[in-house]
C-alpha cells in the first residue's frame, strides 16, 4: 500500500546522470575580454566575494559580489599596476572584504584594501619590500598579513603584521627561522591564533613548515613536515575543533596533510590535480569539519573533492566545465564555492556547489548501496505525483531550488522507512524546478522535474 505524503514544492531536479558528475548550483563568468582569473573567494553567510586579475594590457584588481543565487550584487575594479603576482581576500564579521596583493614592482610591493559592504574602497595600506602570500581575519575583525621580505636576501625573513578594522597598524614582527624563508598560505583559529605554512631552508635542505602564532606574533610553535618530501607549501585552514589542514604542491599532485592543533600529524592524502603553487586559498573546511578541494583533472574538467575528518574521501567528481580552479571556500549552508578561470572564454569564473554529490569511495553512489529511488516520469501535469521508492531506513531531507538555484523550503524532513512513498507537487507555475533529496549513508540525488 502507498503511503502518500502531501506537500507544496516547485521542484527542479537534475538527476547526476553519471557518479562522475559534480552537482552544481550555478555558475558564473565575468569577462572584460582581457584573461580575467578568480583567484580567491571568500564567503559572509551565503553572500560571496570573489577577487581576481585581469591580465589584460590593463593589469587591473576584480572583486565582485554575489547573492546565494549567484545574482551579482556589484563588481569592482581596483586600479592597481603594474603587474599583480598573488590577490587573496577576506571578510570578517562586519561584512567588509579584504583585499591583499602583492605587486611584481622594484622594490616588491604589498597592498591592503578594505571595501566598504557597497564595494566602495574604505581605505588602502602599502607596505614596501614584501611580498604578500596571504592575509586572514581573526577575533574583532584584526587582519594580518603574512609575506616575505627581500632584505638583504631574497625571501630572507617572514613579516607577520597585524591591522586595526580601520587600516591603522597595530604591530608588525619579523621572524628568521632559517637560510632561506618564503611565505605560502595562513588562517586564523577560533582562539585568534595564526597558522601560517611555509618554506624554510637549513643546511638540510628545504622544508614544508607550519608555524603556529599567539594572537600578539609570538610563536607557539613550528614543525618541519619532511614526509611531503620535496612539495611546496601553498594553502591552509583549520576545522571548527582547530585542526590544521595543509596543502603543498608535488608536480600533478596536491599532498593534503591534517594536524592536531600542537601539529601533531595525524594524516596525509595525495590528490592528482592541476595545482598551482601560488594557490594559498585553496582549501576550505565546512561546519562538519570536512575538508574541501576545488580540483581539475588531466582532461583539464573542474570538480571538487571532499575530505572526511579521518581522512576518506567521501566524495570526488568533476563537470563539464573546462579550466583552472585556485581558490575555495564554504558558506553557512555548507555549499562549497570555487573561482578560476573559465578555459573557453578565458573569463573570471565562480562556481557554487551542492556539496551532496559525485563518487563516494565507500560505494554510497553505487546501485548496491542506493537507500532510495525517485521513479516515475519527472514531467508533470495537474493532479500527478512524484513516486519515491524507499529501501533502506533513516533520515531523509527534501530541499526545493528554483531553476537559478535558489533555495525556496524544505519540503520534508524526518525518518522514512522502506516502502514506496507518493509526493503531490500541489499548485504550480509551469516551467523547471529543482528538488534534492538527501537519504541515508550519504546519499543524494537531484531530478529535474517539468511542470506543464
Not at 562586519?94 to 591592503?112: F, I, Q, R, W
Not at 594536524?259 to 595525495?270: A, P
Not at 516520469?377 to 505525483?385: D, S, Y
Request: aromatic share 8%; charged share 20%.
Amino acid at each position: 500500500m502507498k503511503k502518500f505524503v502531501a506537500m507544496t514544492i516547485a521542484a527542479l531536479i537534475m538527476t547526476a546522470a553519471m557518479a562522475q558528475a559534480q552537482d552544481t548550483m550555478w555558475t558564473r563568468t565575468y569577462s572584460s575580454g582581457m584573461f580575467d582569473q578568480g583567484k580567491a573567494v571568500a564567503t559572509s553567510g551565503t553572500d560571496i566575494i570573489v577577487a581576481g586579475t585581469n591580465l589584460g594590457e590593463s593589469q587591473n584588481i576584480l572583486v565582485i559580489k554575489y547573492n546565494a543565487e549567484g545574482e551579482t550584487a556589484w563588481t569592482r575594479v581596483l586600479d592597481i599596476q603594474p603587474m599583480e603576482k598573488t590577490v587573496d581576500v577576506a571578510i570578517g564579521t562586519d561584512n567588509k572584504p579584504v583585499v591583499g596583493v602583492s605587486v611584481e614592482a622594484e622594490p616588491p610591493t604589498s597592498l591592503l584594501v578594505k571595501l566598504l559592504e557597497s564595494g566602495d574602497t574604505a581605505w588602502t595600506r602599502q607596505r614596501d619590500r614584501t611580498t604578500l602570500s596571504n592575509i586572514a581575519i581573526g577575533t574583532g575583525n584584526a587582519i594580518y598579513t603574512w609575506s616575505s621580505v627581500m632584505d638583504p636576501a631574497p625571501f630572507d625573513s617572514f613579516v607577520l603584521a597585524k591591522y586595526n578594522p580601520d587600516g591603522t597598524p597595530a604591530w608588525e614582527k619579523v621572524y628568521q627561522f632559517g637560510l632561506f624563508n618564503r611565505s605560502a598560505g595562513c588562517c586564523c583559529d577560533g582562539a585568534g591564533n595564526i597558522i601560517a605554512a611555509a618554506m624554510v631552508a637549513d643546511q638540510g635542505g628545504m622544508h614544508p613548515t607550519i608555524i603556529k602564532f599567539k594572537p600578539d606574533g609570538d610563536t607557539i610553535w613550528m614543525r618541519f613536515y619532511n614526509e611531503l618530501g620535496g612539495a611546496e607549501m601553498t594553502g591552509i585552514a583549520v576545522d571548527q575543533n582547530k585542526n590544521i589542514f595543509a596543502a603543498a604542491v608535488d608536480g600533478p599532485n596536491l599532498k593534503i596533510i591534517k594536524c592536531d592543533s600542537t601539529g601533531e600529524k595525524l594524516w596525509d592524502h595525495t590528490v592528482e590535480t592541476q595545482p598551482d603553487p601560488e594557490a594559498y586559498n585553496i582549501l576550505a573546511t565546512d561546519g562538519a569539519g570536512n575538508l574541501v578541494i576545488p580540483v581539475v583533472n588531466m582532461e583539464m574538467h573542474c570538480g571538487l573533492l571532499k575530505l572526511g575528518p579521518d581522512g576518506s574521501e567521501l566524495w570526488n567528481g568533476s563537470t563539464e566545465i573546462m579550466g583552472l580552479l585556485f581558490g575555495a571556500a564554504v558558506d553557512s549552508d555548507d555549499r562549497p564555492i570555487a573561482t578560476g578561470m573559465d578555459q573557453e572564454q578565458s573569463s573570471c569564473l565562480t562556481i557554487k556547489f551542492t556539496g551532496r554529490a559525485g563518487i563516494s569511495r565507500q560505494g554510497w553512489l553505487q546501485e548496491k548501496a542506493k537507500p532510495f529511488e525517485l521513479t516515475g516520469t519527472n514531467i508533470l501535469g495537474p493532479g500527478a505525483t512524484l513516486e519515491l521508492e524507499t529501501m533502506i531506513p533513516g533520515d531523509y531531507e527534501m530541499t526545493l531550488f528554483n531553476r537559478a538555484g535558489a533555495r525556496i523550503r524544505t519540503v520534508f524532513k524526518g525518518q522514512l522507512q522502506p516502502g514506496n512513498y507518493s509526493f503531490n507537487p500541489g499548485l504550480l507555475a509551469a516551467g523547471e524546478y529543482f528538488l534534492n533529496i538527501r537519504g541515508p549513508i550519504g546519499k543524494s540525488q537531484d531530478k529535474l522535474i517539468r511542470i506543464y
